[in-house]
């Protein structure tokens, strides 16, 4: 009887720790949800803005490092949609995606916005101007008096060229605007279809230095400083990141750890981007990448900080030109607070 008794007991023990052990597994299980743990992931949806390049090369780095999985984060990279990467996370079906300042203005401002801010730079400084044939006189903005500008017909597109043309001495109205279908900078220019175009130097500049053309180019802010404002720039859906702000931070976190990479490594992180994007052109990525690794932070210590008074200076010049259809307040549409 003694011995049933026993058994009986050590039984009910073994049952007890195995309990015990459950439960523990169970709290485990419920931590790894908030703690990021491989079982339990926080899903992220990231919208590009356009095809992959190397304004997106960090992104694609952190992914490939494992950076966002040591952050508890499943990312999902897509393509945008017709709308823009603005109305997919505004919307809540990403969480965050790559935008503008400038033509993010009608989802932060106005009867349109939706619930998207900007929370991080990609690139410090605004790279884009205006590229021309060399010799064809137009290294100022002067010089586009009476060629053909290739225009996309925006309103703060063309109030931009004429603030930089007229502050140049020149006449806007003898710019000749022709519809923009431009999709190869280098064939457009050598076949006169257009004599400027507006470019992001980074990747278009740089692919008519790759294909051995000889150009003249401007830049925006350097005629007036207005216009370096922020672009690209990295957005989030306000309402997710509010009642999701440590995700939020740990997914800047890993993305900062993305682009630091890239900058401090040109040419691994161009490769890492051409895995993902084959169909890019591998000596065009690998000057890209070069040229872009010396702007993702260009002269400020903090990866992806936004400076208050260059954002509010484009948006009060959009105000002062009455460019957008209601008063734009200072400070809309971004914030650092999920800066690492």
């Known amino acids: 009887m003694k011995k049933i008794i026993s058994i009986i007991l050590a039984c009910a023990l073994v049952l007890a ?3 015990g052990c459950a439960s523990q597994n169970a709290e485990k299980k419920d931590e790894s949800a908030t703690d990021g743990s491989p079982s339990e992931k926080t899903k992220i949806t990231f919208v590009l803005d356009w095809t992959p390049n190397t304004n997106h090369t960090g992104l694609y780095v952190a992914q490939e490092k494992g950076y966002f999985e040591e952050a508890g984060l499943d990312i999902e990279i897509v393509q945008p949609p017709e709308d823009g990467a603005e109305m997919l996370v ?27 801010e900007a929370v991080a730079a990609l690139v410090q400084h605004n790279t884009s101007g205006i590229i021309s044939l060399k010799g064809k006189g137009m290294n100022t903005p002067k010089g586009m008096e009476g060629k053909k500008y290739a225009t996309w017909d925006l309103p703060i597109e063309k109030a931009t060229l004429k603030t930089v043309v007229e502050a140049d001495g020149g006449d806007f109205s003898k710019v000749e605007l022709i519809p923009s279908t431009v999709t190869d900078e280098v064939s457009a220019l050598q076949s006169g279809q257009v004599d400027a175009i507006w470019i992001f130097y980074g990747w278009a500049g740089v692919a008519t230095e790759v294909a051995g053309l000889e150009t003249d180019y401007f830049a925006f802010k350097d005629i007036d400083p207005v216009f370096d404002y922020y672009t690209p720039v990295v ?10 702000p440590e995700a939020a931070k740990a997914f800047l976190s890993a993305l900062k750890k993305g682009y630091e990479f890239s900058i401090d490594n040109p040419d691994e992180a161009a490769d890492i981007l051409l895995k993902a994007a084959p169909e890019l052109d591998s000596a065009l990525v690998k000057a890209s990448q070069k040229y872009l690794s010396k702007e993702y932070k260009a002269d400020v210590a903090r990866w992806g900080y936004m400076d208050p008074a260059r954002w509010n200076a484009f948006y009060n010049w959009i105000n002062e030109n009455k460019l957008f259809d209601v008063e734009v307040p200072e400070n809309t549409g971004f914030t650092n607070d999920y800066l690492e």
Do not use: C, E, H, Y
């Open 17 to 19: 720790v195995a309990a």
């Open 90 to 116: 505004g919307s809540g079906k990403a969480q965050f995606g790559v935008s503008f300042q400038d033509s993010m203005l009608p989802a932060v401002a106005g009867d349109g916005k939706v619930p998207i």
């Open 235 to 244: 957005i989030g859906n306000t309402d997710w990141m509010r009642q999701n």
